[in-house]
């Protein structure tokens, strides 16, 4: 089992839907959890982090957090096609300070 | 705004030649790392430091070395470059181990 897991995609939503994306994780120690976006051939941007259970928010993305189910998604409302890329779930685990990346998650936003 | 910056953005070598890759940055940040990805592939850790003459080994086996003679500078280092070793190299830094690490632009290898 991979310590972090994410569905390879592509995910296809439509111009305006709501995106979600799931990471799943392995380690029920880990506190720290990261969303990253990658655009082909460039490097990750970081979109949200979340550090407690529960939702948290900043514009069109929302950040969910249940610790007991260990999972963590990203919710993009109004996606836009310059959403369209892929999105790394990261994770530190517990009791260390390795990030550890998941494979990502590719989304396609059609007009 | 993560200020880090790695040179050169693309780089076409030969065989053989010793390579070193340059990441800096400004935000005074003790913890640096630099990752291997391949097209489409999964993020690689190869290395990392807590700080200043500080450097360990990553997840991702390779051939290539580090330094960190100052804080906002970690250079990546392959002795004799091979084809195996063209990739993406990622360099990025945080401001502690817990937190979130922000990422240059990469630098694009190609070995002939």
């Known amino acids: 089992q991979k310590e972090v897991e994410q569905n390879s995609g592509p995910l296809s939503v439509p111009e305006g839907a709501i995106a979600s994306l799931n990471c799943t994780y392995s380690d029920r120690g880990s506190q720290s959890f990261f969303w990253y976006r990658q655009y082909s051939g460039k490097s990750p941007e970081l979109i949200m982090f979340i550090y407690s259970n529960g939702d948290k928010e900043d514009g069109r993305f929302t950040a969910q957090l249940n610790k007991a189910s260990q999972y963590v998604s990203l919710l993009i409302r109004d996606s836009q096609p310059s959403d369209s890329a892929t999105y790394l779930c990261?994770?530190?685990?517990?009791?260390?300070?390795?990030?550890?990346f998941g494979t990502g998650t590719r989304l396609q936003v059609f007009p | 705004e993560a200020d880090i910056y790695q040179t050169p953005r693309y780089l076409v070598i030969g065989t053989g030649k010793k390579i070193t890759l340059e990441c800096s940055q400004t935000?005074?940040?003790?913890?640096m790392y630099w990752y291997q990805q391949d097209p489409g592939m999964e993020l690689h850790l190869i290395h990392y430091s807590y700080g200043v003459n500080s450097t360990e080994k990553g997840d991702l086996s390779s051939e290539s070395t580090v330094s960190r003679i100052r804080t906002e500078h970690f250079p990546l280092t392959l002795e004799s470059a091979r084809p195996s070793h063209t990739s993406q190299y990622l360099c990025?830094?945080?401001?502690?181990?817990?937190?979130?690490?922000?990422f240059g632009d990469g630098t694009r290898l190609s070995i002939l």
């Open positions: 990261a994770v530190i685990l517990g009791g260390t300070d390795k990030l550890i």
């Open positions: 990025a830094s945080s401001e502690g181990a817990k937190q979130p690490q922000h």
């Open positions: 935000m005074g940040h003790d913890k």
